[in-house]
């Protein structure tokens, strides 16, 4: 890959948001059973300042999901899916000082959850227990629950200067900032009931249990960008530039595994 990557090995994906209509506005929204987007775009200061917005959102909980339960045999075929949801927001503000410079800033957010819908058992038995109090017939009951919360998202926010230095001079400042961000929770509950009859008052023993695991993973880059581009002639081209760039890594798992008697 060419040196301005900065050394990337892959996965290069170079995308550029437009910038806003700089005289007259526009927009369109899509309502589907999936999911809506929003996109509007015009001049702040006609001329000189535009925007330009687009969003999406997904409610498969709100709309299909209901729908395809009443079709379905299995109410908990589509448990799994139930909280399957994303959303995601861009937007950029450009500015014009004049014909030769230009300062834009660009936004983006966006996130994607997985949350299983929570499943549980309970369990009733019989066993002969003998002890102090003699041999007789307990009542075991246990009952376990799960549930399982997935999420992952993007923050971006950049701010690009661009300068016409002569018209065979070109440069381009950047300073961005980028986020990646990753939570997986597993929670589990359980507990043990042990008593000689269905009477509270004839308990044996108890036990409850409420664990849960917590992994994080977290990449945070700051980087600074300057360009320039030199144009001798119409075949000819030659790039020059410099980068400073700092990445965290935010790795960490949080495990509970508490158990009241």
């Given at each position: 890959f060419p040196a301005q990557y900065g050394g990337r090995l892959s996965g290069i994906v170079d995308v550029s948001v437009s910038d806003g209509n700089n005289e007259t506005y526009h927009g369109s929204a899509t309502i589907?059973?999936?999911?809506?987007?929003?996109?509007a775009e015009g001049p702040i200061v006609r001329g000189k300042t535009t925007f330009n917005f687009s969003g999406r959102?997904?409610?498969?909980?709100?709309?299909?999901?209901?729908?395809?339960?009443?079709?379905?045999?299995?109410?908990?075929?589509?448990?799994?899916?139930?909280?399957?949801?994303?959303y995601d927001v861009t937007a950029k503000v450009t500015h014009k000082f004049n014909n030769n410079n230009r300062v834009s800033a660009t936004f983006y957010i966006g996130q994607d959850k997985v949350k299983d819908s929570p499943s549980s058992s309970h369990q009733n038995s019989k066993q002969i227990v003998t002890d102090d109090l003699g041999t007789y017939?307990?009542?075991?009951?246990?009952?376990?629950?799960?549930s399982t919360n997935n999420k992952w998202g993007n923050n971006i926010l950049s701010l690009h200067w661009e300068s016409a230095l002569t018209n065979k001079l070109f440069m381009n400042v950047f300073a961005t900032y980028s986020s990646y961000k990753y939570k997986l929770r597993n929670t589990s509950n359980s507990s043990k009931l042990s008593s000689?009859?269905?009477?509270?008052?004839?308990?044996?023993?108890?036990?409850?249990?409420?664990?849960?695991?917590?992994?994080?993973?977290?990449?945070e880059d700051y980087s600074a960008n300057l360009d320039f581009e030199y144009l001798p002639n119409h075949w000819n081209k030659?790039?020059?530039?410099?980068?400073?760039?700092?990445?965290?890594?935010?790795?960490?798992?949080?495990?509970c595994?508490?158990?009241?008697?």
């Open positions: 589907g059973v999936l999911s809506a987007k929003l996109h959102v997904s409610y498969f909980d709100a709309i299909a999901e209901p729908v395809l339960r009443s079709i379905y045999d299995s109410k908990n075929t589509l448990s799994q899916y139930s909280n399957m949801n994303y017939e307990a009542l075991l009951s246990n009952s376990e629950s799960y000689k009859s269905d009477n509270i008052a004839d308990t044996l023993s108890y036990s409850y249990e409420n664990s849960y695991a917590q992994y994080n993973s977290g990449i030659i790039k020059a530039g410099a980068k400073f760039s700092s990445q965290e890594f935010i790795p960490m798992a949080s495990i595994d508490p158990t009241y008697m």
